[in-house]
């Protein structure tokens, strides 16, 4: 059974930082590139950041020079550091795997960034 777990989340003033975690198992997760997603309220999921299996990493236009992603294949663990937030930030993150168009998701984790 495939399990992606995120953490992290949580309530963050602007200009804050967080770290977003998401360990997965039931997957051989050095072979997957591990991607993060975000969801507002009223709005579609927007991708926000990639780690491929080869340590590569992407970023979307937002999360440019703000957001950091890594992986650690030891822990099998995915990570987003996101620094200077902005309430446009707010959103329901979630972590996903992917290998050769076969994804999985994880349950989501809240952001919300207020003062």
């Known amino acids: 059974q495939v399990q992606l777990v995120e953490s992290g989340g949580g309530l963050v003033q602007p200009g804050g930082s967080l770290r977003l975690s998401c360990t997965a198992s039931?997957?051989?997760?050095?072979?997957?590139?591990m991607n993060w997603y975000r969801q507002a309220p009223g709005r579609l999921r927007e991708y926000v950041a990639t780690?491929?299996?080869?340590?590569?990493?992407t970023y979307a236009d937002s999360a440019k020079g703000r957001f950091t992603i890594s992986r650690d294949n030891a822990k099998n663990t995915v990570y987003l550091q996101m620094n200077s937030l902005k309430p446009e930030d707010t959103a329901v993150y979630y972590c996903?795997?992917?290998?050769?168009?076969?994804?999985?998701w994880g349950q989501g984790t809240q952001v919300t960034v207020s003062s």
């Open positions: 996903n795997a992917n290998l050769l168009g076969m994804g999985y």
């Open positions: 039931g997957i051989v997760f050095r072979m997957y590139d």
């Open positions: 780690a491929t299996s080869g340590g590569s990493t």
